[in-house]
């Protein structure tokens, strides 16, 4: 029985359909199972239309198939083949979506377990310096930042050492209400110069402007009461205002000026001969440098006197 022939506006209809549903649906593979599903045996005999097939539109294929005797079964097995290969692909969508999903979970959790979890606490004992001292206490330029109870210490003082404990427990039993801080003395000469401070511990509590030195016992308790009002019992001193380099220089040479003191109450033999030592050194020094000076001054002249000579 003669196969009907398609019209070749239909095929063409029909290639643009099936082209548009590839394209949008994404089955990539509807092409490659329409060709492998055609109905010609694959031997020689049939090589050229096997060619002439696989170079046709899908659409052709279709038809080829259809016409043929098991062209439905043939159908049939290619849309079976074709479920087969969208419920893999939905599979690995599935699971890569997923997996997408687990991972943007994971990504929620961890950052919801990195806001709640506790922030390393700041130390209860705060530490100044000299860089730092006016700008945290604001001592001289008023005070907003609290009182402050300060301990002056020395890295070497055995009792520094041994109240370091007490301040500890002293600072987080203040905590929120008044500021517990220490400064190396040794290491901020500055604003030890400014405090004028001479023993360690030296413990002073800032307030309104004026500083109250602590010299009762150094427990806890004692520490406590004092800084909860029992300095309002002792007479304050103005707290001095911040060191200005004119004030440094001068302190400088006045230390400088007072250890010489010292060597020459402690050591007056050597002191003096040192001075004479240096004295003769620097007499010498002048007297090179005004021969030397002298020389060149001959020289130039008698090398105008020879010039003018020529001339003449």
């Given at each position: 029985m003669?196969?009907?022939?398609?019209?070749?506006?239909?095929?063409?209809?029909?290639?643009v359909?099936?082209s548009?549903?590839?394209?949008v649906s994404?089955?990539?593979?509807?092409?490659?199972?329409?060709?492998t599903?055609?109905?010609f045996?694959?031997?020689t005999g049939?090589c050229?239309q096997l060619?002439?097939?696989?170079?046709?539109?899908?659409?052709?294929r279709?038809?080829a198939?259809l016409?043929?005797?098991?062209?439905?079964?043939?159908?049939s097995?290619?849309?079976?083949?074709?479920?087969?290969?969208?419920?893999?692909?939905?599979?690995?969508?599935?699971?890569?979506?997923?997996?997408?999903?687990?991972?943007i979970l994971a990504?929620?959790?961890?950052?919801?377990?990195?806001?709640?979890?506790p922030?390393t606490p700041p130390?209860a004992v705060?530490?100044?310096?000299?860089?730092?001292?006016e700008?945290?206490?604001?001592?001289?330029?008023?005070?907003t930042?609290?009182?402050?109870?300060?301990?002056?210490y020395?890295p070497?003082?055995?009792?520094?050492?041994?109240?370091?404990?007490?301040?500890?427990d002293l600072?987080?039993a203040?905590s929120g209400?008044i500021?517990?801080?220490k400064?190396?003395?040794?290491?901020?000469s500055?604003?030890?110069?400014r405090?004028?401070?001479?023993?360690?511990?030296t413990?002073?509590y800032?307030?309104?402007?004026?500083?109250y030195?602590?010299?009762?016992e150094?427990?806890?308790?004692?520490?406590k009461?004092?800084?909860?009002?029992?300095?309002?019992s002792?007479?304050g001193e103005?707290?001095p205002?911040?060191?200005?380099?004119f004030?440094?220089?001068?302190d400088?040479?006045?230390?400088?000026?007072?250890?010489?003191?010292?060597?020459?109450?402690?050591?007056?033999l050597?002191?003096?001969?040192?001075?004479?030592i240096?004295?003769?050194?620097g007499?010498?020094?002048?007297?090179?440098?005004?021969?030397?000076?002298?020389?060149?001054?001959q020289?130039?002249?008698?090398?105008?006197?020879?010039s003018?000579?020529?001339?003449?």
């Open positions: 003669p196969q009907a022939k398609t019209p070749t506006a239909v095929l063409s209809l029909a290639n359909f099936f548009t549903f590839i394209a994404g089955d990539v593979y509807i092409s490659d199972l329409l060709f599903s055609l109905p045996p694959l031997t049939c050229s060619a002439s097939l696989a170079s046709q539109p899908p659409c052709h279709l038809c198939m016409g043929s005797a098991n062209g439905a079964a043939i159908v097995s290619a849309m079976k083949k074709m479920q087969v290969c969208r419920q893999n692909r939905r599979q690995r969508r599935s699971a890569t979506c997923l997996a997408a999903g687990v991972g990504l929620i959790a961890l950052s919801v377990f990195a806001a709640a979890a922030a130390p705060k530490e100044l310096t000299d860089a730092t001292f700008h945290d206490t604001q001592a001289s330029t008023g005070a930042t609290g009182h402050w109870f300060v301990k002056f020395a070497w003082c055995g009792h520094c050492k041994a109240m370091a404990n007490a301040w500890e600072a987080k203040l209400k500021n517990v801080a400064l190396d003395a040794t290491s901020n500055i604003t030890a110069k405090f004028k401070i001479q023993g360690f511990p413990l002073y800032l307030a309104n402007g004026k500083m030195e602590y010299r009762g150094r427990s806890v308790e004692k520490l009461a004092f800084a909860e009002g029992g300095w309002k002792v007479e103005t707290i205002s911040p060191l200005t380099t004030d440094v220089l001068k400088e040479l006045i230390s400088a000026f007072l250890q010489l003191q010292g060597i020459v109450y402690h050591a007056p050597p002191f003096f001969l040192l001075f004479f240096g004295m003769f050194s007499i010498l020094l002048m007297c090179l440098c005004s021969l030397c000076s002298s020389k060149k001054e020289k130039r002249s008698a090398v105008a006197s020879r003018v000579k020529k001339k003449d």
